[in-house]
C-alpha cells in the first residue's frame, strides 16, 4: 500500500510590483533585478497618468482643426452668396446665405446634444436613474 501526502501553497498577490520576499529572490539571482522591476512599475505608472492629457491634447487639436474649416467653408459659402447677390441674383443669395447659416448653427446644436447625451452617458449614476 503507498500512501501520499502532498502539501501546496498558494499566495496570490495584486498590484504591479511582486512581494518584498520575492524581489529579494530576484535579487538573490542578480542584484540588479529589484531595481529594474521597480523602475518598470514606476515607468508604467508615469505613462498611465499621461495617457489621459494626450488624449484631451489631440481632441482638442482635432475640434480646432475642424472649427477652422467649419469657418473657412462658411465664408467661402458666403462670399459665393455675395457674388450672386453682386451679379442681380439676390434671391438665390439670400437662400445661399440662410441655408449657411442654418447649417452652422444646426451643425452646434447638434453637437453640444451630443456632448451632452455622451456626458449624461458616462455618469455612473445615470442608469440607476432610468432604473426607478
Known amino acids: 500500500m503507498i500512501v501520499g501526502e502532498t502539501i501546496s501553497q498558494v499566495t496570490m498577490h495584486h498590484g504591479p510590483l511582486p512581494q518584498a520576499s520575492d524581489?529579494?529572490?530576484?535579487?538573490a539571482v542578480d542584484p540588479s533585478f529589484a531595481e529594474r522591476i521597480v523602475r518598470m512599475a514606476e515607468r508604467e505608472q508615469e505613462r498611465r497618468h499621461t495617457l489621459?492629457?494626450?488624449f484631451l491634447?489631440?481632441?482638442y487639436k482635432l475640434k480646432?482643426?475642424?472649427?477652422?474649416?467649419?469657418l473657412?467653408?462658411?465664408m467661402l459659402i458666403l462670399m459665393f452668396a455675395a457674388y450672386l447677390a453682386y451679379l442681380g441674383n439676390?434671391?438665390?443669395?439670400?437662400?445661399?446665405?440662410?441655408?449657411?447659416?442654418?447649417?452652422?448653427?444646426?451643425?452646434?446644436?447638434?453637437?453640444?446634444?451630443?456632448?451632452?447625451f455622451a456626458g449624461e452617458r458616462d455618469r455612473p449614476d445615470a442608469d440607476e436613474g432610468a432604473a426607478e
Open 23 to 27: 524581489l529579494a529572490a530576484y535579487n
Open 64 to 70: 480646432s482643426r475642424g472649427q477652422h474649416y467649419a
Open 90 to 116: 439676390s434671391e438665390m443669395a439670400g437662400k445661399v446665405a440662410i441655408g449657411t447659416l442654418i447649417g452652422i448653427v444646426g451643425i452646434f446644436v447638434s453637437g453640444r446634444a451630443i456632448d451632452a
Open 52 to 54: 489621459p492629457d494626450e
Open 57 to 59: 491634447d489631440r481632441e
Open 72 to 74: 473657412l467653408l462658411a
